[in-house]
């Protein structure tokens, strides 16, 4: 459970693209600042970069972005470990389809202890049941490129509360052609 819990640390960091100015969201449609997808936002939340907010990043976060050659290695990773793990009874990987797309699904609850997994804290049941975090992770498969469509929360209360805000989101998920050839993959 620990690679796992570690290659999903990882994996979460990596998907924060922020700035540092928050904007609340008043419209809806959506255009990705390097043009690879358009989305719908939830109105009312507050979004810097790809990642949104609805009551602050420690409550829950959503973001979305096309996946770097790095981010799409870290999703293989994990999808093999969690295939190879029988430690890890918290956690689902199904393929899925979205929008008419080949998706894969990764939905895990973990304690919310990013960076305290780098000090190795024994799991002893210190930050209790109600400590938990949801992480659900679609990776939209579109010709050779990947797109990353993340949510995290809370599972006590906030997971299940803004879950129909993230549903919205892939919903609406739309992939852009790509710009030119070299605009394939985020730098």
Sequence with gaps: MKSVAMLLVLLCCSCFSFQTKWERVEASRFTAPDGSMRVELP???????????????????????RASEELAKMRADLEDELARSEEVSNASCAQVTIGGRPATEIRLEAPPRPPYFLFDFPD???????????YLMYWITDGDREFLLAYCAPTLYYFERDLPAFEHLVASFEPLPPRSPDARLPR
């Design 124 to 134: 002893d049941g210190w930050f209790g049941d109600e400590a938990s975090n949801t």
């Design 43 to 65: 109105e009312g939340w507050a979004l810097s970069g790809t990642l949104l907010t609805r009551d602050g990043t420690s409550l829950q976060w959503i973001s979305f972005q």
